[in-house]
């Protein structure tokens, strides 16, 4: 059995979400509010990060990179067509290159943002640094993440899915960010039209629908969010 520890607004958590129901793994889930730092999770991740992965009584596998590998070499081989990692190295290394950009460089820069100022800091205590969002900090999100979309588009525009001519990790790694800040209305679906047909294909997929249930408390999402044909 897998456990995963997990925050449902994490966009590296719901990656994580995503790729273990496109592989078939049935999990646990532990819900964890990362400011907390809970002994129960630094015990198992010491860097204190969500997601993190155990399967019955093995080690903790932390992060979305190495837990994104470890599907792959335990289940991707057995699932054929469905692998979400390609078979050549370059198609590998492209992968690679675009779940980093999206749990990474779009979290660092925009996504990550959104989730704190909007959503997080509306439940921590104000011990914790919760309280109202930091204008500053959604200013930069928001100037941020058309320089992002546009490069997504470019990619989506010129090839059948985000890393190539199939389905990868990559679209479900985007996915998972895009979702968190179209939950909040703050994607401009109408201003990049290949972007907006991307997302829709990854969001019919049955991996996205528990996702797309869920909410903030006292925070309803925007209509784009849960609409197949937004």
């Given at each position: 059995?897998?456990?995963?520890?997990?925050?449902?607004?994490?966009?590296?958590?719901?990656?994580?979400?995503?790729?273990?129901?496109?592989?078939?793994?049935?999990?646990?889930?532990?819900?964890?509010?990362?400011?907390?730092?809970?002994?129960?999770?630094?015990?198992?991740?010491?860097?204190?990060?969500?997601?993190?992965?155990?399967?019955?009584?093995?080690?903790?596998?932390?992060?979305?990179?190495?837990?994104?590998?470890?599907?792959?070499?335990?289940?991707?081989?057995?699932?054929?067509?469905?692998?979400?990692?390609?078979d050549h190295p370059d198609a590998r290394?492209?992968?690679?290159?675009?779940?980093?950009?999206?749990?990474?460089?779009?979290?660092?820069?925009?996504?990550?943002?959104?989730?704190?100022?909007?959503?997080?800091?509306?439940?921590?205590?104000?011990?914790?640094?919760?309280?109202?969002?930091?204008?500053?900090?959604?200013?930069?999100?928001?100037?941020?993440?058309?320089?992002?979309?546009?490069?997504?588009?470019?990619?989506?525009?010129?090839?059948?899915?985000?890393?190539?001519?199939?389905?990868?990790?990559?679209?479900?790694?985007?996915?998972?960010?895009?979702?968190?800040?179209?939950?909040?209305?703050?994607?401009?679906?109408?201003?990049?039209?290949?972007?907006?047909?991307?997302?829709?294909?990854?969001?019919?997929?049955?991996?996205?629908?528990?996702?797309?249930?869920?909410?903030?408390?006292?925070?309803?999402?925007?209509?784009?969010?849960?609409?197949?044909?937004?």
């Amino acid at each position: 059995m897998l456990t995963l520890y997990h925050h449902p607004f994490s966009p590296s958590s719901r990656f994580i979400r995503l790729i273990l129901s496109e592989y078939g793994a049935a999990f646990e889930e532990r819900h964890i509010n990362p400011w907390e730092r809970p002994q129960e999770l630094l015990i198992l991740n010491a860097a204190g990060t969500i997601p993190v992965m155990v399967e019955n009584e093995g080690p903790a596998i932390c992060g979305p990179g190495p837990i994104m590998e470890y599907l792959d070499e335990t289940r991707g081989y057995a699932i054929g067509d469905r692998r979400l990692m390609p078979d050549h190295p370059d198609a590998r290394a492209e992968t690679r290159r675009l779940v980093d950009w999206a749990l990474a460089k779009f979290d660092v820069e925009v996504v990550g943002h959104l989730v704190r100022e909007r959503i997080y800091k509306q439940i921590m205590p104000k011990s914790a640094g919760g309280g109202e969002p930091d204008s500053a900090a959604l200013r930069v999100a928001r100037a941020n993440i058309d320089h992002h979309l546009k490069y997504f588009h470019y990619l989506v525009a010129s090839r059948r899915w985000l890393a190539g001519d199939r389905i990868s990790f990559a679209d479900f790694a985007l996915a998972a960010a895009l979702s968190c800040a179209d939950y909040l209305g703050e994607v401009k679906w109408n201003n990049e039209e290949d972007i907006k047909n991307w997302y829709a294909r990854v969001k019919s997929r049955p991996s996205m629908r528990p996702l797309l249930g869920e909410k903030v408390l006292g925070m309803p999402p925007a209509s784009t969010y849960a609409d197949l044909d937004f």
